[in-house]
């Protein structure tokens, strides 16, 4: 009785997360008259390609989708190198002045500032250095960005490894940088590769950053380009539902293999301090 | 042993280099945040004390003296409070009724998970564009589905709606977000363990008592945190609602983020939006401040 | 190879955790450090190998002092409590890790490695990865992936304390076999007092931080240096009664003790003492007997091949061995007859009193 009861409740939260999804997925599979059409065809239509083909071929989506993978994965590469570094040294080292802890906590807190309140001076600063709608803006601000939590859940990953492998492998008699490379990285390398996929997870999704640093064809991302659309007057919807669902695709690829991870990853090792 | 123990205690050749070896590793991320993050905000507090005049820069607090008497600018705060604390409450709620739904083993649990994981995953302007799609007055699904039960959806004009136009954009967060604070709970729900329950059981106490002096208080943390996290999010919302309304119609759903946003980019009036982004940092601070404060004294005790 | 500790002493946050350590092993020897838990044996151990600085003093090996040299260079090997196996190698790249480091060919690798698994009876298991291993095999491939290049000396922290009882008498054994046949300097830290008496050749007993006695096992059952070496060396543990010198006699409650003039010379001086017998000097007899002490039987515990018996002697309670026929009804009158000669008298402090 209890037990019907739940799937009573749990049944429309599932209908309600997911079909507003379905829906953009038959709008872009959809024919301009199955589009308006009333009542709406939710099941029953004839499937089409166009929109795709409008989007990627005819119009610029194509270049928006490859500057959206450049971007999110030399940034991702970036943060990674640099953010798994520090996260070694914070876990390993002993600094004085307590600085492992207060480093740890200032580059965290550095990701807690408001989009828009950086948004405005980097503006102004990548204009100063005319980097402005280049991939290279978008690249060096993206790996600022995902740095906080690279190093944070690296961070993580790196004191629950037993010190003593790295002990031994000094006993052994290989290098500190050797213990890193043959130890220490093969054994975190899963909580890499789940970082990284946040990482590029973040890069792909971001908006804010995209729309103020990008304003050209050639510079900006998919989500920019998106939204230039939609912010038209004369709105091609098909187009623009053809473009978002291949948006989403790698992002649901991503959150399937990452599911064990996303409760940390999601609440940054949450604040625990 | 006690956790102190650090592996890099080692002896090193001379001592003058032990800081080297860390400062190699360390400094890189350093640098790129102090130039990326820290910069930034320095940069943003000087041209926020500069105004353009007719006779050229003027340093002072004229930015901020303008805050008090800016109707955008309050009516902004204004719906961006009203948006943090209607989303912010459904979100929890729903939240925490699907984690406490699915804290037992049941069947298809697996893809329920997976399924209301979907929205948040999603690129934000992509759930922009599946609202415009569901809420469009003329061939959105919702008012579609709605007239064939025969509901009279002429006055639903949801987004284009002044009336609606808030509702829609805080319902749309609430889509989004309400699987985030339902994973966070249902994560800390099942770190509880068996025994309290069992304890509970043995001593007679209805589920609704068990509920709240064992369940509410061991999830506290886990609360607690969520809350933080998404209060946080929702005081600088930009993306959805830049998508669905850009701030309309007029100005109905304009926040704080959006505010900014075109006080910089479309007036073009640097100094003033980094005042009001100032204003935005130190709001969210003290709030995570007080939360923070919040979650340690739950420790401590 | 000869390793030396001189006035050796490592504080952590103003706690010292050793204290002026000082220890000469001669090249080929067997040393155990005993002690019991937390008095510094491990910080002694990683301070040799590099993983821990020295607050003061120095440590030699073949007489050069290494204190500033750092841990892969001090051409060591050591065996961790923890095993630490690396868990995403298999067990042959575990074993040939030492020797890839040091750029080894890959033909002679794969020699010594299959050569000294031969030794330890794990070729079997070479293509598999640690946790695929029972906690006896994984000791195994730790002590494997020591000896598989020829270090100047084996550091062993504990290896056999993850291991059942049965397997520990049995790796004690081996253990002892394969340092004689390498030869080479072994240091082995362990609390277990029957590993440290079975193993080493001298037995260095520490106590917060602090040397008690370094020597061969003998000397230290048989003349230990203090107190708490002869309560911690020993099982069943040595029967201490307090007690004062009067008039050639030992007394202490209703316990009276005549002493010869050997102890009564060495005994000068200071009136209050603490002595100390082991349970096998002391022999219960069913009957009364010139000079014997009268006690009362608290307990029996059976062993086999031998019963400990509880006794009480006034407000002293007293273990004696006794053979495995021994019987006795609990609360019954017996005799004792201790072997006045195997005594040992520790003078009293008053932290020994304390704990009457
Ligand atoms: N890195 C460290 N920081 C502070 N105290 C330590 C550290 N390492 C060990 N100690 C302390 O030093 C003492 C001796 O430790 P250890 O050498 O591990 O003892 P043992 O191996 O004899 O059990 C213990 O009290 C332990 O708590
Ligand atoms: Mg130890």
Redesign the pocket.
């Given at each position: 009785m209890i037990k019907n009861l739940r799937y009573v409740l749990l049944l429309p939260a599932l209908v309600f997360a997911l079909a507003p999804v379905y829906w953009m997925l038959t709008i872009s599979l959809k024919t301009e008259v199955d589009q308006f059409a009333s009542p709406p065809p939710w099941f029953v239509f004839t499937p089409t390609l166009q929109h795709y083909y409008d989007a990627f071929v005819t119009r610029a989506f194509g270049q928006y989708l490859i500057t959206s993978a450049v971007v999110a994965v030399t940034s991702t590469a970036c943060a990674l190198v640099i953010g798994t570094a520090a996260a070694y040294g914070l876990a390993r080292f002993q600094l004085p002045w307590r600085l492992n802890r207060r480093l740890s906590l200032w580059i965290l807190s550095t990701r807690m500032f408001p989009a828009i309140v950086t948004a405005v001076p980097l503006f102004l600063m990548m204009r100063d250095v005319r980097l402005l709608n280049t991939r290279a803006s978008l690249i060096i601000v993206y790996t600022a960005f995902n740095l906080p939590f690279v190093v944070w859940m690296m961070h993580g990953f790196f004191a629950d490894l037993p010190r003593d492998l790295e002990e031994a492998a000094l006993v052994d008699g290989d290098s500190r940088l050797g213990a890193l490379v043959r130890v220490v990285l093969p054994l975190v390398a899963p909580g890499l590769a789940a970082t990284a996929v946040f990482c590029l997870i973040v890069s792909w999704n971001e908006f804010l950053f995209a729309l103020v640093l990008t304003q050209t064809d050639a510079a900006m991302t998919l989500p920019v380009g998106i939204a230039g659309r939609v912010t038209q007057y004369e709105i091609k919807w098909g187009v623009m539902s053809a473009a978002a669902s291949v948006a989403i695709v790698p992002i649901l690829v991503f959150a399937l293999a990452l599911q064990k991870y996303l409760v940390r990853g999601l609440s940054l090792g949450a604040v625990k301090g | 042993?006690?956790k102190?123990?650090?592996f890099f205690?080692a002896p090193r050749r001379r001592s003058k280099h032990e800081l080297l070896l860390p400062a190699l590793f360390i400094a890189p991320a350093l640098l790129v945040l102090l130039a990326l993050s820290i910069y930034p905000l320095i940069y943003s507090i000087t041209i926020s004390l500069q105004q353009e005049t007719a006779s050229g820069v003027k340093w002072g607090l004229g930015n901020f003296a303008r805050l008090v008497s800016d109707n955008f600018f309050l009516t902004a705060m204004a719906h961006t409070f009203v948006y943090a604390a209607a989303a912010l409450t459904c979100e929890f709620l729903l939240g925490l009724g699907l984690a406490l739904l699915l804290n037992k083993q049941i069947r298809g649990r697996g893809l329920f998970r997976a399924s209301l994981l979907v929205p948040m995953m999603l690129p934000t302007v992509v759930v922009g564009v599946v609202w415009r799609l569901m809420l469009n007055p003329n061939f959105g699904a919702l008012n579609g589905t709605l007239k064939q039960f025969g509901i009279n959806t002429e006055s639903l004009t949801w987004t284009a709606s002044p009336r609606l136009a808030m509702l829609s954009v805080i319902a749309v967060d609430v889509w989004q977000w309400t699987p985030f604070v339902f994973l966070v709970l249902l994560a800390g729900l099942q770190a509880i363990p068996q025994e309290p329950y069992e304890a509970a059981l043995i001593d007679g106490s209805s589920r609704w008592q068990t509920f709240w002096h064992v369940t509410l208080p061991l999830l506290k943390p886990s609360i607690l945190i969520v809350l933080l996290l998404r209060t946080m999010d929702l005081l600088r919302v930009f993306d959805q609602i830049f998508i669905l309304t850009e701030g309309g119609p007029g100005f109905a759903t304009e926040t704080i983020s959006l505010y900014i946003y075109r006080t910089a980019f479309r007036f073009f009036d640097f100094g003033y939006a980094a005042a009001m982004s100032f204003v935005l940092l130190a709001l969210t601070n003290v709030i995570s401040a007080i939360y923070i404060r919040f979650l340690q004294a739950k420790e401590a005790a | 190879m000869g390793i030396k500790f001189q006035n050796v002493t490592k504080t952590?946050?103003g706690?010292s955790?050793v204290d002026d350590l000082s220890l000469e092993i001669n090249d080929g020897e067997f040393v155990v450090l005993l002690?019991p838990?937390?008095?510094?044996?491990?910080?002694?151990l990683r301070m040799l190998a590099g993983l821990e600085t020295v607050t003061s003093g120095d440590i030699y090996i073949d007489g050069e002092r290494i204190n500033d040299v750092p841990t892969q260079h001090r051409d060591l090997a050591m065996v961790f409590q923890s095993y630490a196996l690396y868990p995403h190698m298999t067990i042959a790249e575990n074993i040939g890790y030492p020797l890839r480091v040091r750029k080894v060919q890959k033909a002679e690798r794969l020699e010594r490695v299959s050569r000294v698994a031969a030794m330890l009876e794990i070729e079997s298991l070479l293509e598999r990865k640690p946790r695929q291993l029972s906690g006896g095999e994984r000791q195994r491939v730790a002590l494997a992936r020591a000896i598989v290049r020829e270090p100047r000396a084996y550091l062993m922290d504990e290896p056999l304390s993850n291991l059942d009882a049965r397997l520990r008498v049995q790796m004690r054994g081996e253990l002892k076999r394969l340092q004689h046949q390498l030869g080479t300097t072994t240091i082995y830290?362990t609390?277990d007092q029957a590993e440290a008496m079975t193993l080493a050749s001298r037995v260095a007993v520490m106590k917060k931080g602090r040397l008690q006695q370094f020597d061969t096992p003998m000397n230290i059952y048989n003349h230990p240096a203090n107190r708490f070496v002869a309560e911690f060396v020993g099982s069943p543990s040595m029967n201490f009664i307090e007690g004062e010198v009067e008039a050639g006699t030992f007394v202490s409650d209703s316990l009276r003790i005549p002493l010869n003039a050997d102890q009564l010379r060495k005994l000068s001086g200071q009136s209050r003492w603490t002595m100390g017998i082991r349970p096998e000097h002391i022999q219960v007899l069913a009957e009364p007997y010139d000079g014997a002490i009268a006690a009362t039987v608290y307990v029996t515990e059976l062993m086999g091949n031998e019963t400990f018996v509880f006794l009480s002697v006034g407000a002293n309670r007293l273990i004696a061995r006794a053979p495995a026929d021994f019987r006795a009804e609990l609360e019954s009158k017996v005799w004792l007859q201790l072997a006045i000669e195997k005594v040992h008298f520790f003078p009293q402090r008053r932290e020994d009193a304390k704990k009457e």
């Open positions: - | 042993m006690p102190s123990r650090r205690n | 952590f946050g706690v955790v002690g838990s937390g008095c510094g044996k491990t910080t002694t830290v609390h």
